[in-house]
């Protein structure tokens, strides 16, 4: 059965604080993503990954940054928490082309006071 | 305008009724379309791809028109556990890019 797996189901973290989100997928597929989801926005790409050490953007890539130096592993960082990334953030990986489903993690609800 | 855009609902909906849900998106040059279901609390999951010819899986129907650059999605004698939001997925060539809608809620009633 695929699995993708994240780090926490619930963080709080202080302003300030640099975050750390850990997403890991049990597939062997090439590209992970992460998004965040809020009410009445959807679901917005942060990042993505389609192999090991590459990145893009996504559509609002600012205040995060992505780290992929294992297939199976993309972690998503918040260089300094503010609350206006309070979010569920979650995780999502496809193989072949990008266009393919995508699997997602349960998610990590994530609130910075 | 939005790039995808759902109407939000609820719809609020007895067992065993009909219900549909459009999505209309905005990139003539969109290519491929997928409908996600998400359950309260959880993570979204593939309900079904959206082919030009429409496709059926049981009781839901999805069809796509490229013309009016809208997808939709039929769900026939609804039950109570196809209460969830429904998230339309459109992807664009050129860069990857992949919009979710915000999704539309449904709820079905006993």
């Known amino acids: 059965d695929v699995k993708v797996t994240q780090s926490s189901r619930y963080l709080v973290k202080r302003t300030g604080e640099k975050v750390f989100l850990e997403c890991v997928q049990d597939?062997?597929?090439?590209?992970m993503f992460w998004y965040r989801q809020d009410p009445g926005l959807g679901l917005r790409l942060i990042y993505f990954s389609y192999d090991v050490k590459m990145k893009e953007k996504g559509d609002i890539p600012e205040g995060y940054s992505v780290s992929r130096e294992k297939k199976e592993r993309f972690s998503l960082i918040l260089e300094s928490a503010s609350t206006n990334q309070t979010s569920m953030y979650l995780c999502?990986?496809?193989?072949?082309?990008?266009?393919?489903?995508?699997?997602f993690g349960p998610g990590t609800r994530l609130t910075v006071l | 305008r939005k790039e995808v855009e759902q109407d939000p609902g609820p719809f609020n909906v007895p067992e065993g009724a009909t219900v549909a849900f459009n999505c209309t998106y905005s990139n003539s040059a969109s290519q491929s379309f997928f409908w996600y279901r998400q359950d309260c609390r959880k993570e979204p999951k593939l309900l079904m791809s959206v082919y030009s010819s429409g496709n059926e899986d049981g009781r839901f129907t999805a069809q796509l028109n490229r013309a009016s650059q809208y997808i939709s999605l039929l769900i026939r004698d609804s039950k109570l556990s196809d209460s969830a939001t429904y998230l339309c997925?459109?992807?664009?060539?050129?860069?990857?890019?992949?919009?979710f809608g915000a999704g539309t809620r449904l709820f079905v009633k006993a």
């Open positions: 597939m062997d597929h090439e590209n």
């Open positions: 999502a990986s496809s193989s072949g082309g990008i266009y393919n489903e995508q699997f």
């Open positions: 997925v459109v992807n664009t060539a050129g860069g990857f890019k992949t919009i």
